[in-house]
């Protein structure tokens, strides 16, 4: 028996909802695959905050830097800015354990319409450069409230950053059709965005086994509606690739069933595995979440950890269930979470 010490963040809303589905998934995946999870649970979330000040203790990350993976819920709640709960736990993780990876797989499944026509046969992964960037603390205002007032911000490029992602998108790709496309802006943003594209030439040049090009994002994000069969691996920066996941996610038909892995490839540190989806105020309370963005990013953390038998067995139970017509509500079906949770649990077993 292989055991595993999880540290479990369930955040605000639906977070606490789909977390408990997807620790049932796992026990009952990890039974026949001989993988136990411990779990230790956390409060950081925006009621935290409310009631203390700080969505998690000054050493939040201590707590949580020797525990194998991190699995956390969603973050966010009205009254709470979203700047603060993003800055106050979800940045400082993924930038203090060099989370540099952020994964974003997109399939559109049986049974699960995709809004868009003839979108049978996405199935990509946006890799996104995760702890630089467009996101950065660089910058300010001047003039607040007057007729000058004005803001800078500046986006930090690294040569290491952009190399190791890139890097990462090659490697990815040759598991998969070898195919990776780097999205770019370099007509328009004429220092940082050369610089991606020459590095990524560079790294490209390393991987002569794989097809790689780049499209402008905007013109990426047309191509993505109009033939997303065509893409295989997606890179960018931290914002074109938080923009362009949102949209595939989308594409896959709900947001509701996106997963995502925040990876430290070099295992320095705890990876994070979330869903994309967030906190969901308007249906929070009502058991009705879908838990499926949650049980993807479960099997991602199974595939992390080297179980990836035990991550596709956990996938095909939870396709499975909605190719048999089992589906949560945001997926135009009549299933609440726990009864979605009993089919998946149903098909592993
Ligand atoms: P959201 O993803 O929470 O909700 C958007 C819409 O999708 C809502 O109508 C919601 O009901 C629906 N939805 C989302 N997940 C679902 C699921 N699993 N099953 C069924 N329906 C689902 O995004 P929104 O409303 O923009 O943000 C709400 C809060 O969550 C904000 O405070 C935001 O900052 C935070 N958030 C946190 C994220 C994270 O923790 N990584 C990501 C996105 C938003
Ligand atoms: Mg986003």
């Avoid at 993924?94 to 199935?123: E, H, T």
Wanted: net charge negative.
């Amino acid at each position: 028996m292989t055991s595993y010490r999880i540290a479990l963040i369930p955040g605000d809303g639906i977070g606490a909802e789909v977390l408990p589905p997807a620790q049932a998934v796992l026990a009952a995946v990890g039974k026949r695959h001989g993988i136990e999870f411990r779990y230790d649970s956390f409060d950081w979330s925006c009621e935290r905050y409310l009631a203390e000040g700080a969505m998690m203790p000054s050493d939040g990350l201590d707590r949580i830097r020797r525990h194998d993976a991190i699995l956390l819920g969603a973050v966010g709640w009205p009254g709470v800015p979203d700047h603060v709960s993003l800055w106050g736990l979800l940045i400082p993780i993924r930038r203090g354990f060099r989370q540099y990876v952020n994964l974003r797989p997109v399939k559109v499944l049986d049974g699960v319409p995709s809004p868009l026509r003839g979108a049978g046969d996405v199935d990509l992964v946006v890799v996104r450069e995760n702890v630089e960037g467009e996101y950065s603390e660089i910058g300010g205002r001047l003039g607040r409230g007057t007729e000058d007032e004005l803001a800078v911000q500046e986006a930090v490029f690294t040569r290491k950053g952009v190399t190791r992602v890139v890097e990462y998108a090659c490697e990815l790709a040759k598991t998969r059709r070898n195919h990776v496309t780097s999205a770019t802006k370099s007509n328009g943003i004429v220092h940082t965005m050369p610089f991606w594209d020459e590095v990524v030439e560079e790294v490209a040049g390393r991987h002569p086994d794989v097809r790689t090009g780049k499209e402008h994002i905007d013109a990426l994000a047309a191509k993505l509606v109009l033939a997303p069969e065509r893409f295989d691996v997606i890179v960018g920066s931290n914002l074109f690739g938080d923009i362009l996941s949102d949209l595939a996610a989308a594409m896959a038909g709900s947001i509701g069933v996106a997963p995502a892995a925040n990876l430290n490839p070099e295992r320095e540190f705890p990876s994070m595995f979330e869903p994309v989806h967030g906190s969901a105020p308007d249906i929070a309370g009502q058991g009705k979440a879908n838990p499926l963005g949650a049980l993807w990013s479960a099997a991602m953390m199974l595939d992390h950890l080297g179980h990836p038998e035990a991550g596709e067995d956990l996938l095909a139970a939870a396709f499975g269930a909605l190719a048999d017509g089992v589906r949560t509500v945001d997926l135009g079906g009549t299933a609440d979470t726990a009864g979605y949770t009993q089919a998946v649990l149903d098909r592993v077993g």
